[in-house]
């Protein structure tokens, strides 16, 4: 019954309707529906137009809400988005590839991602915000560091927890993987990282940022073997952004100091 019928005063009709959104949880009508009944009004919208308006900002403020949840789980360590990458700055990388990247059907198809490049050239960048990308469309996301990543597979494997820990990885659809190649890892975390990869192969994406080339990996991967395997895994089907060896960020700072220099 509308409220004209139920014999509500305005002033009471407002009381039920914030009583009900509280009980329905729709606080995002609770908390706009007299602007939009004011904007409603003056625009003569018909019942149906102004129940679709309440509906409709709803919808997109839960939309958002899941969106934050979702980046806030991956554990970014800080935000980064594709409209704050420098193109221009970086001409090795292509602003087509990536934006094509950003529409994240590599991850609906369960593809991986390498991105290869000295320090400064933006590889963290590209992943945290391709991450983000990805999350808001609504898949699960998480990133880690690959030192992180291992020393807690070897922690979860001394506490009998592996498998569990592997299947919780194994369970997010994009997982980004940074500083990949900075350190030497011994047999052990390698073969324990290859089974968290193993686990994904064709079924979930993943992403990681190397600052050494592929032939550079058995620095990482000591064992030549376990090397191939790693790099195949990360490769097949995948996209590879190679950001190259001039690091944007110094260029960047030179460029400042030179500008105060003459100033």
Known sequence: MSPRKRG???EAAT???LQACRMLRLPTIRG???ELADGAARDQMSYRGFLA???MAECDDRARRRSERRIKAASFPRDKSLRAFDFDANPNIDAAVVHTLATCEWVNKGEPLCLIGDSGTGKS???IALGTEAAMKGFRVRYTL???LVNELVEAADDKQLSKTIARYGRVDLLCIDELGYMELDRRGAELLFQVLTER???NSVAIASNESFGG???TFTDPRLCAAIVDRLTFNGAIIQTGTESYRLAHTKAQTEHADSA
């Open 8 to 10: 509500l005063t305005e």
């Open 15 to 17: 009381t039920a309707i």
């Open 32 to 34: 706009q529906f007299p």
């Open 53 to 55: 308006e309440l509906l």
């Open 125 to 127: 960048h590209l992943l």
């Open 146 to 148: 690959a030192t992180k």
């Open 201 to 203: 192969e064709e079924k």
């Open 217 to 219: 990996w058995t620095k």
